[in-house]
């Protein structure tokens, strides 16, 4: 790596007579033009169905949280828009969208009465440190919860977890958060952010996170709401987030989660007959304009 300043501190010593200033500022003008990042992953769902060399569906084994959804692999709940179905979305966007379907069942012979989808890029691509953002826009509905997040490859929590969006229909705020060992489940690390009252998840946003050796920034359209650093955890527990992490874009309904916060239990947990009317009505879902991981060179 070449040290500017004792460059032209060498320039000027060896070729007084060229103006000091202009051979260093043509020093620096080579180091601006370089680029401060590269992308290392990206999929703006143009094509016209997805990209499974970067992308698996989950298929519903094991279900956390109480959630109420089977995840499965269909068009049914995982397809994609283009033009006005796109709502802005210049080149196409990915819809996740949940369906009433009272008595599904699943391989294993559990019963669901709703199904919705669950991408994720584990075993295609993951990543150590970098920027992750996705460009996003959701329906409101109380108990829905949709979620952007990264999760480490091994065993939870201690693989760390990375919670860059969550939604659970309380129109008020999102939320993100840190799990891992010692800071899971209750965790000490969630922000809201109430920033939607005024800007709503209704309209599309970009949801980001800067991930660093040492610290983790959530932004909200390039704004920078909540920091947890290295430090700041290792008063919990062990610093979980120095290995790879992968993608996750999931739908899932009710649960833990939202019924701890909104307290409704019926028709289901977390998940008002409102909102169960809602999806009925097919009026439920989230769009996802493009997804993009960054990192410096």
């Given at each position: 790596?070449?040290?500017?300043?004792?460059?032209?501190?060498?320039?000027?010593?060896?070729?007084?007579?060229?103006?000091?200033?202009?051979?260093?500022?043509?020093?620096?003008?080579?180091?601006?033009?370089?680029?401060?990042?590269?992308?290392?992953?990206?999929?703006?769902?143009?094509?016209?169905?997805?990209?499974?060399?970067?992308?698996?569906?989950?298929?519903?084994?094991?279900?956390?949280?109480?959630?109420?959804?089977?995840?499965?692999?269909?068009?049914?709940?995982?397809?994609?828009?283009?033009?006005?179905?796109?709502?802005?979305?210049?080149?196409?966007?990915?819809?996740?969208?949940?369906?009433?379907?009272?008595?599904?069942?699943?391989?294993?012979?559990?019963?669901?009465?709703?199904?919705?989808?669950?991408?994720?890029?584990?075993?295609?691509?993951?990543?150590?440190?970098?920027?992750?953002?996705?460009?996003?826009?959701?329906?409101?509905?109380?108990?829905?919860?949709?979620?952007?997040?990264?999760?480490?490859?091994d065993r939870w929590p201690q693989t760390g977890e990375i919670d860059i969006m969550e939604f659970i229909g309380e129109s008020e705020w999102v939320n993100s958060a840190i799990h891992g060992?010692?800071?899971?489940?209750?965790?000490?690390?969630?922000?809201?952010?109430?920033?939607?009252?005024?800007?709503?998840?209704?309209?599309?946003?970009?949801y980001s996170v800067d991930w660093t050796p040492d610290s983790i920034v959530f932004k909200i359209d390039g704004r920078g709401y909540y920091t947890v650093t290295k430090s700041m955890i290792?008063?919990?527990?062990?610093?979980?987030?120095?290995?790879?992490?992968?993608?996750?874009?999931?739908?899932?309904?009710?649960?833990?989660?939202?019924?701890?916060?909104?307290?409704?239990?019926?028709?289901?947990?977390?998940?008002?007959?409102?909102?169960?009317?809602?999806?009925?009505?097919?009026?439920?879902?989230?769009?996802?304009?493009?997804?993009?991981?960054?990192?410096?060179?």
């Amino acid at each position: 790596m070449i040290d500017n300043n004792r460059f032209c501190f060498l320039a000027i010593a060896l070729f007084a007579v060229v103006p000091a200033f202009t051979f260093c500022a043509g020093s620096k003008n080579t180091s601006k033009n370089q680029p401060s990042s590269q992308t290392i992953f990206f999929d703006d769902f143009s094509v016209p169905s997805l990209d499974r060399s970067k992308w698996n569906v989950l298929i519903t084994g094991q279900v956390f949280n109480n959630e109420q959804q089977a995840y499965i692999d269909s068009t049914a709940t995982v397809y994609f828009v283009k033009g006005k179905e796109a709502e802005g979305a210049k080149n196409g966007a990915l819809v996740i969208q949940p369906r009433y379907t009272p008595g599904f069942i699943t391989k294993d012979g559990k019963k669901f009465d709703f199904i919705s989808g669950r991408l994720h890029t584990k075993g295609k691509f993951d990543f150590t440190y970098g920027s992750a953002a996705a460009r996003i826009k959701m329906t409101e509905g109380k108990g829905l919860w949709p979620a952007w997040w990264l999760l480490g490859n091994d065993r939870w929590p201690q693989t760390g977890e990375i919670d860059i969006m969550e939604f659970i229909g309380e129109s008020e705020w999102v939320n993100s958060a840190i799990h891992g060992p010692g800071y899971s489940g209750n965790t000490p690390f969630v922000k809201r952010d109430s920033s939607v009252m005024v800007n709503p998840v209704t309209n599309w946003h970009v949801y980001s996170v800067d991930w660093t050796p040492d610290s983790i920034v959530f932004k909200i359209d390039g704004r920078g709401y909540y920091t947890v650093t290295k430090s700041m955890i290792e008063k919990y527990g062990k610093w979980a987030f120095d290995t790879p992490k992968h993608m996750i874009l999931n739908f899932a309904l009710g649960g833990g989660y939202p019924a701890g916060v909104n307290k409704i239990t019926t028709p289901y947990s977390g998940l008002p007959a409102t909102t169960v009317d809602l999806i009925k009505q097919g009026k439920i879902k989230i769009l996802v304009d493009w997804v993009r991981v960054t990192k410096a060179p």
